[in-house]
């Protein structure tokens, strides 16, 4: 059963993944077709292309359908036989495994917290591997069909992208299971003294076991620490990479679009990323320095920022998330917003199935897993 699912979510993730370089590929070929002279030419390949994207996105619908359902129910049926693997192999131990080697609360961290790490990593984290390795290796068939030259071009960085991606994810891996280990004996503290909090108010040792837990947070606190500059560097380094490689592309394709090697529209096809700029300048957090951008015929330098920006949402492709709630995290978006509007915003972006699916629902504390 395991083997037929993963097999329909890697065809799943392979046309998902696929989408965005094939959709580049037919908004590029559109580009193209729209400057031509000929109208009624122009309009026939302009039908062409629009039932082209049809069709793709028909084909989306039921890749990404069996991308996510056949990995999440991997990476349930996963979870399952290892919580069920990992209690039988605990209960089989002898009475002093437990004296000495763990304590009841590691016991029940590692079939919460560690199982459901598992889950993910089966479920949700493969299936977005499996997908950009294909959205990785579609884009580069689209980039060489369309300007081997700009392909080419970004290709020689990607390895440096590759060694900057896997160095962060040593370095922050190793440092995040340590201080999954460090914190383990305070939340081992804090969850016997919960459990037994008669037991701790009879004996007043409130205090004692306070500063105990207080003592351990103490000691987990410079791993976090250097996570924190880890993390803070590793992605600065990626999004230096990043950034110069989508400079490059410009850079590459704007000067073959101005020698005629290549249409504009091929360059588009081969880098298609201009939306988070144009998202930019509507919010006004940058402001043109030649032309107006008008909204309703009205300059937008003229209105008032504060109403511009209250009524506009954007979400970043990695957006913060604070240490609240979901529904509270949702709710920060507006101000005074009820939470009536914060699940019927969730709805409207297709975030309501997936958030009744967490363990509290709209309750569920925000973590680094989530």
Partial sequence: MDVVLLVLGCIGAMINGGSLPWYSYLFGNFVNKIVASDKTQMMKDVRQISVYMVILAVVVVIGAYLEIMCWRIVGERSALRVRREYLKAVLRQEIGFFDTEVSTGEVMQSISSDVAQIQEVMGEKMAGFVH???????????????????????????????ACGIAYKAIYGGLAANEEASYQPAGSVAQQ????????????????????YAEWLRKASPIGVKMGFAKGAGMGMIYLVT?????????????????????????????FGVMSTVF??????????????????????????????????????????????????????????????????????????????????????VTKSI
Avoid at 135 to 157: C, D, H, K, P, Q
């Fill in 193 to 212: 003294a919960i459990s037994s909090i008669r037991t701790v108010l009879s004996f007043v040792m409130e205090d004692r076991l306070a500063d105990r």
């Fill in 132 to 162: 950009h390795v294909f959205t990785f290796i579609f884009g580069y068939v689209v980039g060489f069909r369309t300007s081997w030259r700009i392909a080419l071009a970004v290709l020689a960085v990607t390895p440096v992208m590759m």
């Fill in 280 to 365: 930019a300048l509507i919010e006004r957090f940058y402001d043109p320095t030649r032309g107006t951008i008008t909204l309703d015929g009205q300059d937008l330098g003229s209105l008032n920022l504060k109403w511009l920006r209250s009524q506009i949402g954007l979400v970043g492709q990695e957006p913060i998330l604070f240490a609240v709630s979901i529904i509270e995290n949702v709710m920060m978006g507006k101000e005074n917003a009820t939470r009536q509007e914060a699940i019927a915003a969730c709805t409207k972006a297709n975030a309501h199935t997936f958030v009744l699916g967490l363990p509290d629902g709209y309750d569920t504390q």
């Fill in 243 to 271: 950034y110069s490689q989508w400079a490059l592309a410009l850079w590459y394709g704007a000067k073959l679009v101005a020698q005629g090697e290549i249409k504009g529209g091929d360059a588009i096809a081969c880098f």
